[in-house]
């Protein structure tokens, strides 16, 4: 018997695929590609780390942790979150280990999400945030920041994408695609308005750690964000721990007791060596993770210089491991760019268009790779631009 219909839930057959697959899928069927697409530290997890994961394997640690994850793990990441970032949370019901900072953000907008109801989502921004506001139900409503504005969130532009329907704010700072980073009176600007309409946070501050001409500030930890902001951070990219897909929520009880029912269900609990490598890291990892903040800082200001030498109007991103500079003065779309640059030169960009609004007319570049590489990546885009102003 034929089946005639299709039995895809409408909201997966309508989404796209994530854009910045298409360009990674095309140079890896290709030699000699220089890349500055991946969203992953070139640097290996700290030794003591791996140490620590492979030391709980030979100690026979194999079987489920709690839901919301190892007691000790959660006790880390407590005092790590009120030491470094001044917000305090309870390990025994305000934090969650989750798989990645990815599935803390799916189960934060479950958690939240009802029919109809919107979620504010910042652009440009991390592909994954206004698909997974659709797979939980709700409707993602985008706003464009520009580059004028070095890419921030203008307080006017937030307050009249207001409704009645409105339920959340999504954040991500020090941002993705544009390394762009809001202060505290940034923040507090943001904030003020977030309790003047009752509303809640997302804040994704997976690149806290990665923020080099000034510290960090949490939002949660601004006076009443507390109670209105759900926290996403996790170990994969300040701790260079990727492949280890270990996240975690910081929330407070009602919306974190919520949360964990989804991950019960959905997931469980996160990998247990993972999490044994995490205790390490948050005790020990530290002098590890400024050294890499070091090195970022140092090959951030490279490209920077480069871009802006090479034409390329490029600001100077306040943290994350991205630059984003324009490519409007080449007449070329985002996306054109980053195909004929990676067919013609063999450099993989992401087009700045897969991020939303305000994305056209610039790329994503990361500095997540060794000094060599970006030299060698700077040198052919220039070739490549040279080639289209002799033309």
């Given at each position: 018997m034929t089946v005639t219909k299709s039995y895809i839930a409408k909201s997966v057959e309508n989404m796209r695929p994530s854009?910045?697959?298409?360009?990674?899928?095309?140079?890896?069927?290709?030699?000699?590609?220089?890349?500055?697409?991946?969203?992953?530290?070139?640097?290996?997890?700290?030794?003591?780390?791996?140490?620590?994961?492979?030391?709980?394997?030979?100690?026979?640690?194999?079987?489920?942790?709690?839901?919301?994850?190892?007691?000790?793990?959660?006790?880390?990441?407590?005092?790590?979150?009120?030491?470094?970032?001044?917000?305090?949370?309870?390990?025994?019901?305000?934090?969650?280990?989750t798989?990645?900072?990815?599935?803390?953000?799916?189960?934060?907008?479950?958690?939240?999400?009802d029919p109809g109801d919107e979620i504010i989502v910042v652009e440009p921004c991390f592909v994954s945030y206004a698909p997974l506001v659709e797979l939980a139900g709700g409707?993602?409503?985008?706003?464009?920041?520009?580059?004028?504005?070095?890419?921030?969130?203008?307080?006017?532009q937030f307050e009249a994408a207001i409704t009645s329907k409105t339920k959340a704010l999504l954040l991500c700072y020090p941002n993705n695609p544009t390394g762009t980073q809001l202060n505290k009176e940034d923040l507090q600007l943001i904030a003020d308005i977030v309790k003047k309409h009752d509303l809640l946070v997302i804040a994704d501050e997976i690149y806290a750690e990665l923020a080099y001409d000034?510290?960090?500030?949490?939002?949660?930890?601004?006076?009443g964000m507390r109670e209105r902001t759900i926290l996403i951070n996790g170990f994969s990219k300040g701790f260079a721990m990727t492949g280890w897909r270990l996240g975690f929520t910081c929330a407070p009880v009602k919306i974190s007791s919520a949360m964990l029912k989804i991950?019960?269900?959905?997931?469980?609990?996160?990998?247990?060596?993972?999490?044994?490598?995490?205790?390490?890291?948050?005790?020990?990892?530290?002098?590890?993770?400024?050294s890499m903040k070091k090195d970022y800082r140092r090959r951030r200001n490279y490209i920077v210089q480069s871009f802006n030498e090479l034409g390329l109007d490029c600001h100077l991103p306040g943290g994350a491991f991205y630059v984003f500079p324009s490519i409007q003065s080449t007449g070329l779309t985002s996306e054109q760019f980053a195909e004929q640059l990676l067919l013609e030169e063999?450099?993989?960009?992401?087009?700045?268009?897969?991020?939303?609004?305000?994305?056209?007319?610039?790329?994503?570049?990361?500095?997540?790779s060794s000094m060599a590489q970006l030299q060698e990546a700077i040198k052919r885009i220039g070739q490549f631009i040279d080639k289209r102003q002799m033309n």
């Open positions: 854009g910045i697959r298409k360009f990674f899928d095309l140079a890896a069927t290709m030699e000699g590609v220089v890349s500055l697409g991946v969203g992953e530290p070139d640097f290996v997890t700290t030794w003591s780390v791996r140490e620590a994961a492979i030391s709980s394997l030979e100690r026979g640690f194999t079987s489920y942790t709690a839901n919301a994850g190892l007691i000790e793990l959660r006790r880390e990441i407590a005092h790590y979150m009120e030491s470094r970032f001044r917000v305090r949370y309870s390990p025994q019901n305000e934090i969650i280990v798989v990645g900072a990815s599935q803390a953000i799916d189960i934060a907008m479950r958690a939240i999400t409707k993602a409503v985008t706003i464009g920041t520009t580059g004028e504005t070095g890419f921030k969130l203008q307080p006017e000034q510290d960090h500030t949490s939002i949660a930890s601004l006076e991950h019960q269900y959905a997931m469980m609990c996160a990998s247990t060596p993972a999490q044994y490598g995490a205790i390490e890291a948050l005790q020990n990892g530290m002098t590890d993770v400024e063999k450099v993989a960009v992401v087009p700045g268009s897969v991020f939303g609004k305000g994305g056209e007319g610039y790329i994503r570049c990361s500095y997540a």
